[in-house]
């Protein structure tokens, strides 16, 4: 059953008439959007019985959305209203769901329904309130219960995918290909996921007449994953995978590894906020390409790792970080720590701080090829090099100022928005 708001009669940015000689005040409900993933423009042209504020800490209504992956392929949207100023303590929460064939056309328009039905609560208290309106879509007769709900693929979803690109000019060109296969199976009680994916790309350098270099680096993995619900903060599961790469010197190694996890948050809020512990045990057999450092061609190393996650979002921003330790039984100072991080934080009005990066210290680089790397190999990468650390950081800001009343859309010279 689905319920829609008629919104007739309604005027431009004028009805935000002045409430004094020295300040303006809203007729409108004052709403701070808070999700990144949705269409302003499509929701500005749309849903006009509201103002929207570029500043949280004025809105009426502060609306903050958070998305999920669900079994099907589609979305799991979270759609939380928290109330302020007069609004304080009235919060709702309301919750819709995308399928994996929903267009970007279909997705804003069920979000621009739920919207206003999340709104309209709060819109009746304000000028806006005489010309709201509520209409009803009588749904389809079913006659079967049962067969509105039996599913001919027991659950099971399969994504296939291939891609590839050419580039070129008179001295170079390079060639890239890249295949990938998922299925899946996702139900209350079990996470069931195997995926394939394999690249391969070929690169043609002329540096003189006498003189031409070519590069090619492949690679292919097969991965799979099996997570039993054991309650609603405990489970248990396994990762197995196959996997090759020409960079690392790898032919092939296998690694089975079963885990255990616990969130100390139930699973049922990871859209708001979640921190888990996971452990994991298992046994990784080597064939390498060429000789390693190590004079080896083949092994196998027994391997343990302990991972440690949060992920948190709120009206002030959001956070997430991970850290992990994996290290070899055999030889116990063949270790990997690596931490990885993100944050989005709203310090203050109009003043956003975000940054994200992760860093890497390594000591288990067991499968380097043995010998000195050439230059060809070093600066078009063919080759793994020893390092004890790795690191990336990306940072930045935002401050924005000025009117932080505007619904008005204006998309000349500016494209379609689709």
């Known amino acids: 059953m689905a319920f829609l708001f008629g919104i007739a009669g309604f005027g431009n940015a004028q009805s935000v008439a002045p409430a004094s000689t020295t300040s303006a005040v809203p007729a409108r409900l004052l709403v701070f959007l808070d999700c990144p993933m949705c269409d302003s423009e499509y929701l500005r042209q749309n849903v006009e019985f509201i103002e929207y504020v570029r500043d949280r800490t004025v809105a009426d209504v502060h609306v903050l959305v958070t998305t999920e992956g669900t079994g099907g392929g589609g979305a799991a949207w979270t759609v939380n209203f928290i109330g302020q100023n007069k609004f304080r303590d009235q919060g709702r929460k309301l919750n819709f769901t995308t399928p994996q064939t929903a267009t970007g056309d279909d997705r804003r328009k069920e979000f621009a329904r739920v919207f206003r039905i999340g709104l309209v609560g709060y819109a009746v208290e304000t000028s806006a309130a005489p010309e709201l309106d509520v209409t009803w879509k009588r749904p389809p007769q079913i006659t079967s219960r049962a067969a509105a709900t039996k599913d001919a693929w027991n659950f099971w979803v399969f994504r ?30 079990w996470k069931l996921n195997v995926s394939t994916f394999s690249s391969n790309n070929e690169s043609t350098f002329k540096v003189s007449d006498d003189l031409t270099i070519k590069s090619r680096t492949n690679s292919w993995n097969l991965n799979s994953l099996a997570v039993k619900s054991v309650n609603s903060k405990w489970s248990v599961g396994s990762r197995t995978s196959i996997n090759h790469s020409s960079f690392s010197n790898i032919d092939h190694a296998i690694n089975v590894s079963p885990a255990i996890e616990y969130d100390f948050f139930p699973y049922s809020e990871s859209s708001r906020r979640s921190l888990t512990l996971q452990y994991s045990a298992g046994m990784t057999s080597y064939n390498y390409r060429d000789l390693t450092i190590f004079d080896k061609l083949q092994e196998r190393v027994p391997n343990h790792a302990f991972n440690a996650s949060i992920g948190l979002r709120q009206p002030w921003g959001s956070v997430g970080g991970t850290a992990n330790f994996s290290q070899h039984l055999n030889h116990m100072d063949r270790q990997r720590i690596t931490f990885f991080g993100n944050t989005e934080v709203r310090l203050f009005k109009g003043f956003s701080f975000n940054v994200f990066g992760d860093y890497e210290r390594i000591s288990d680089q067991i499968g380097l090829k043995k010998g000195d790397a050439t230059s060809e190999e070093v600066l078009l990468r063919l080759r793994q090099l020893a390092t004890g650390y790795s690191y990336f950081v990306n940072f930045g800001f935002s401050y924005s100022f000025g009117s932080i009343f505007n619904s008005t859309v204006n998309p000349r010279f500016g494209g379609s928005g689709f």
């Open 160 to 189: 296939v995918g291939a891609s590839g690109n050419m580039s070129g000019e008179q001295s170079s060109n390079n060639r890239s290909l890249r295949f990938n296969f998922s299925a899946s199976r996702t139900t209350e009680a």
